[in-house]
């Protein structure tokens, strides 16, 4: 990892090229304003599709993230990840959340992600009924019903 301080880099390493230091100094963004040092960062690309970044600033925010292709699927090759990030939010609350990411979505966690409220009595009771009583399949909307009767499928 980087520290502040240090000017950026390429350096070569087997199978692909790390960033190494990055930091000149400090970002101050671009429309001015407090410079925030990077305190560290890491940028890995391994060329073969895998790869694993980081970072940590003056500020209290950080990220990490790593990656590898998967095996094709039915839309080609996928690539899943794993990462996550925290920061101090302005009411002074440290929020950090971690993910996952594949070929069936993003996936995160936190304790600030809203859940959402139970799912009220009366309908797990029906919900529990449909479950034990499925449908003939005959009824008015099924293909044969006496309301498609009409129409020829």
């Known amino acids: 990892m980087a520290s502040a301080g240090h000017l950026g880099h390429l350096q070569h390493t087997s199978g692909g090229y790390n960033a190494g230091a990055y930091n000149a100094g400090a970002y101050s ?3 001015g304003g407090a410079q925030i040092p990077i305190l560290s960062y890491e940028n890995i690309n391994n060329g073969d599709g895998t790869y694993r970044y980081s970072y940590e600033t003056g500020n209290g925010i950080s990220a990490h993230e790593s990656g590898a292709p998967r095996a094709p699927g039915p839309e080609g090759l996928a690539v899943t990840a794993e990462g996550g990030f925290s920061y101090r939010a302005p009411d002074g609350q440290q929020v950090a959340l971690s993910y996952t990411a594949d ?5 995160p966690t936190g304790s600030h992600i809203p859940t959402p409220p139970p799912i009220p009595e009366a309908i797990l009771r029906f919900i529990e009924f ?13 293909h044969g019903g006496r309301y498609n009767n009409a129409y020829h499928y």
């Open 29 to 31: 963004g671009a429309y």
């Open 103 to 107: 070929e069936n979505g993003f996936h």
């Open 130 to 142: 449909n479950r034990q009583n499925p449908s003939s399949g005959d009824g008015p909307y099924h």
